[in-house]
């Protein structure tokens, strides 16, 4: 039974990571900050009983050095995983950089001191390889591939992606200084699909919640982004520890959906339930009032009303992923927040 940390494993993505590493056979060490809270323990603990794999869980924190040293003793594979996807923080220094930097910093000080590991799985973000919309234009491009990086976000501006970028090139930068273990990135779009448990603070539920609550029935902006199944992302981190010959990014984006497009598609399944938008918010309005919900003019400017695009031939030709049909995740995310 191959021994395994996971870091976020109780997050909406990182379960689903756990569940298929259980379903597996793994021996999951899941290292994280409440192991105590019993909401977010609870369903893993199910799967584990009722599958070849064990699960332990230990106390461990992004923001202590050394947390992950004891949790990672005799795991071969680490999947780092544990970041915050919030995008209205109070400090986005404190909310976002640190856990994110200083966390991927300390868990790979972990790996280095474990000789044990010989592979990583760090899950990174399309975030890291973009920061705004208006980036492809800017820079010439019809579609975004595993070479970019990110290099428009700040603190002060998409500190979430910043975050993103800041934490995955200094995981290359440590990986680069040593040859004992290799690694592999993961790059999703927009994370839907349904939820193993309902306790996340990820913007992927927030957002999904706010939709199925009517907050956007009076129009949604018109904002693209590159969507996946999370179960799909699940099964790219599993296939990045098993498979040695892969190596580097990959960008795991099914499709790009507007907003608009994607709750057209919830409201023809679930229509009568919810109050789903009618139309999309004209730009200049939202100029005007974006600040009063809480975004910001620039970001507005840089990203509403522009197109996005993203190659996933790597994802589909190297890893095999055949993606989920985005119908399939809308129904199936819905169904489970139901
Ligand atoms: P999530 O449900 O909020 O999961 C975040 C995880 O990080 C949780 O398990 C959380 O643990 C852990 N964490 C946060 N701060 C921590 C700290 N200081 N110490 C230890 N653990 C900490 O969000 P998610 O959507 O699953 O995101 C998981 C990863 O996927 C992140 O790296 C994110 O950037 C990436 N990603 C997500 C999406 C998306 O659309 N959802 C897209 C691309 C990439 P607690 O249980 O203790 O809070």
Not at 70 to 95: L, N, T, W, Y
Not at 108 to 121: C, E, F, G, I
């Amino acid at each position: 039974m191959k021994k395994v940390l996971v870091t976020g494993g109780t997050g909406y993505v990182g379960s689903w990571v756990t569940r298929f590493l259980l379903e597996a056979g793994y021996d999951v060490q899941l290292a994280g900050r409440n192991p105590n809270n019993s909401k977010k323990h609870a369903a893993l603990k199910e799967i584990a009983q009722r599958s070849n794999g064990n699960l332990t869980v230990w106390e461990a924190d992004l923001l202590q050095e050394g947390s992950y040293d004891q949790p990672m003793k005799g795991c071969e594979v680490v999947f780092h995983i544990a970041s915050p996807f919030s995008i209205k923080v109070k400090d986005p220094k404190r909310d976002l950089l640190d856990p994110a930097l200083n966390g991927t910093n300390n868990v790979l000080q972990s790996v280095n001191k474990t000789d044990s590991v010989k592979r990583v799985v760090l899950t990174s973000s399309v975030a890291a390889i973009y920061g705004d919309n208006a980036d492809m234009r800017d820079q010439g491009l019809e579609q975004f591939d595993e070479q970019y990086y990110n290099s428009t976000s700040s603190l002060m501006h998409q500190p979430y992606s910043f975050s993103k970028v800041c934490a995955e090139q200094s995981a290359w930068k440590i990986n680069k200084e040593q040859k004992r273990w290799s690694m592999v990135v993961i790059n999703p779009g927009l994370v839907w699909g349904p939820v193993i448990h309902k306790h996340s603070q990820s913007e992927s539920i927030t957002l999904m919640n706010d939709i199925l609550r009517g907050k956007f029935a009076f129009g949604v902006p018109s904002l693209n982004f590159g969507c996946v199944d999370v179960r799909d992302v699940a099964r790219a981190h599993l296939l990045a520890a098993e498979n040695n010959t892969l190596q580097g990014r990959h960008i795991l984006v099914n499709e790009t959906l507007s907003m608009f497009q994607l709750t057209k598609i919830a409201a023809r399944l679930f229509g009568a339930r919810f109050k789903f938008p009618r139309s999309e918010t004209p730009k200049w309005i939202m100029i005007a009032i974006g600040p009063v919900f809480g975004v910001t003019r620039k970001f507005i400017r840089r990203n509403v009303g522009y197109p996005i695009a993203f190659s996933n031939e790597k994802s589909k030709k190297e890893m095999g992923i055949e993606y989920t049909p985005i119908v399939s995740t809308i129904e199936d995310m819905i169904n489970s927040l139901m």
